[in-house]
């Protein structure tokens, strides 16, 4: 996945997410079997959908094939590995800027996660404590 300057220029967009999960849906597709999903929800042309495909190819979200008449297009990151590369920019970028603002919301969400990840993050705070000098 690119790296941009700021990390939530990286973020995706509302359409560019939508197309993203149709496409992480139904792997290798093309521009005409996305269009057709998403308009089955909503009002959008085909163009829109062709340029923000063709957008996420430069991104590095997507590969795009061009053999054959149609182009397809296949992710080029799973779902998984994207959320975590984007949290972890964004959170990165904000533990770095805003820290005590941004500990501190952290602090006050931590309550309403699970058991497994409330342990994980507990063990990251004790790898993290480990290596001060």
Do not use: C, F
Request: aromatic share 6%; hydrophobic share 40%.
């Amino acid at each position: 996945m690119s790296r941009r300057n700021e990390p939530l220029e990286a973020l995706l967009g509302p359409l560019e997410q939508d197309v993203m999960d149709v496409v992480w849906r139904l792997g290798d597709t093309t521009v005409r079997d996305v269009h057709g999903d998403l308009a089955a929800r909503r009002n959008i042309a085909y163009t829109t959908v062709m340029t923000t495909m063709s957008r996420l190819a430069s991104k590095g979200l997507l590969v795009r094939d061009t053999e054959g008449l149609a182009h397809r297009y296949r992710p080029a990151v799973s779902r998984d590995r994207y959320a975590r590369s984007a949290v972890h920019d964004v959170l990165s970028w904000l533990l770095e800027r805003y820290p005590e603002p941004a500990a501190s919301y952290l602090a006050d969400v931590v309550h309403d996660i699970d058991d497994v990840s409330l342990d994980e993050l507990r063990a990251a705070v004790e790898r993290r404590r480990s290596q001060e000098p």
